[in-house]
Structures are given as C-alpha cells and as structure tokens.
Nanobody, 124 residues
C-alpha cells in the first residue's frame, strides 16, 4: 500500500513559480514510477509530468514542457514538481500518483495510487 500526500499549492500571480511536493509512505518507493496530473473544473484529468523509478527519465506534454520540471529524492520518498512561468490556464487541482512499474506512464488509468490533490490557482 502506498499513501501519497501533496503540498505546496496556493494562489500566485501569472509568471510566478511554485514547487509542489508529494511525500510517499512506501517501503519500496524507488520501485515506482511517479507522475503529476491536474484537473480543472469540468475538464478531464491531464498528465503534466512523469519520472522513472531512478529519475533517469522524465516526460512532459507540450503544454508544460520547458516550464515544469519533475524530480524525485528516493532517500526522502518524495517527488517534486517545480512550476515556473505559471499561467492562468495552469489553475487546477494537482495530484501526484504512483505506478507499480519502473518506467513512466502517461495515462491516469495506469496509476495504482493517488494523493488527495493540492489546489493551484494562478491569477492574471
């Protein structure tokens, strides 16, 4: 069983930065690939970043590429999402998720465990 707890969300102005954290309780955290998703009201849950078990591979959709960066610290059982140059359209609830495999997954249904989410609001 894996429990995930996100933190670091908040209200910021357009152009600002935020760093989200996701703390995991898992004996074998390093065996899980991790992902960040977001969901705005009335929209589908959207993949925004993925990282492999050892951090060697990362993947981003075009909507956030160059602005968002995912990283992990397996010694701390934590994954991070650094978000720069934030835009109002980045406003959403952000979720971290764990998949019981070492390679990145990009589809929500592939993930085995989810956090409760943290709200990010970007004002124009």
């Amino acid at each position: 069983q894996v429990q995930l707890v996100e933190s670091g969300g908040g209200l910021v102005q357009a152009g600002a930065s935020l760093r989200l954290s996701c703390a995991a309780t898992a004996r074998t955290f390093s065996s899980y690939a991790m992902g960040w998703f977001r969901q705005a009201p009335g929209k589908e849950r959207e993949f925004v970043a993925g990282i492999s078990w050892n951090g060697g591979d990362t993947y981003y959709p075009d909507s956030v590429k160059g602005r968002f960066a995912i990283s992990r610290d397996n010694a701390k059982n934590t994954v991070y999402l650094q978000m720069n140059s934030l835009k109002p359209e980045d406003t959403a609830v952000y979720f971290c998720a764990a998949v019981n495999q070492g390679v990145i997954a990009t589809l929500a249904w592939e993930y085995d465990y989810w956090g409760q989410g943290t709200q990010v609001t970007v004002a124009s």
